[in-house]
């Protein structure tokens, strides 16, 4: 079955540029197009897509604005920002408000299938490349020593490459674990740090100094 896909943009060329990336292996359709805020909310009235890839500049109702009504009205859709701004305020706006995934419109299309993929299997997905900025950006705040003490050496391995964006499919491979260790081991550390989905533990990582500059 075909991933449905949504694409908000206020540029006709990007939404079709976007569009014909997409459904060049036949795996995504693009049901629908918006060039704004509010007709955005107003096609999500009449058909929900599987993925929602949102610009944050647009005009009438701006990205971050649109996702949260999303949130407010609980549409049953996966949100994926695609932006041109690598402003770390924007990220951290977009994951307080809940969003699925963050991708730089200067990516390679296999990295936006990939992010894709992976808020469709239930995970959330920042691009790597933003790893560093977060860092350098987070670094000076308090370190939750408690909670970093709370893990084992098992655990942290794990919690890095979460922060790094890996899948649990490949988070088993690197470590030649099966996947449901993994699995067991990412559960185990949302207790131990307090949060609920892999976007906030990548945060943490990257506050703690966890995660480093490359």
Known sequence: MKTRVMIADDHSLVREGIKQLLEFDGSIEV?????????????????????????????EKNGLDVLSEIK?????????????????????????IGVDGYIL??????????????????????????????????ANRDIDKDKIDSLTSRELEVLVKVANGMLNKEIAT???????????????IFKKIDVSDRTQAAVFAIRNNIIKLF
């Open 31 to 59: 049901i629908s197009e918006a060039a704004n805020g509010v007709e955005c909310l107003e096609k999500l009235e009449k058909e929900i897509p599987d993925v929602l890839l949102l610009d944050v500049n647009m005009p």
């Open 72 to 96: 407010e009205k609980q549409y049953d859709v996966k949100v994926l920002i695609l932006t041109v701004h690598n402003d770390l305020e924007y990220l951290i706006r977009a994951i307080d």
């Open 105 to 138: 419109k200067d990516s390679e299309s296999a990295e936006l299938k990939r992010a894709i993929q992976a808020v469709m299997a239930g995970e959330n997905y920042i691009q790597a490349s933003l790893i560093p900025a977060l860092n350098n950006r987070l």
């Open 174 to 188: 690197s470590l030649n674990i099966s996947e449901r260790t993994v699995k067991n081991h990412v559960s185990n």
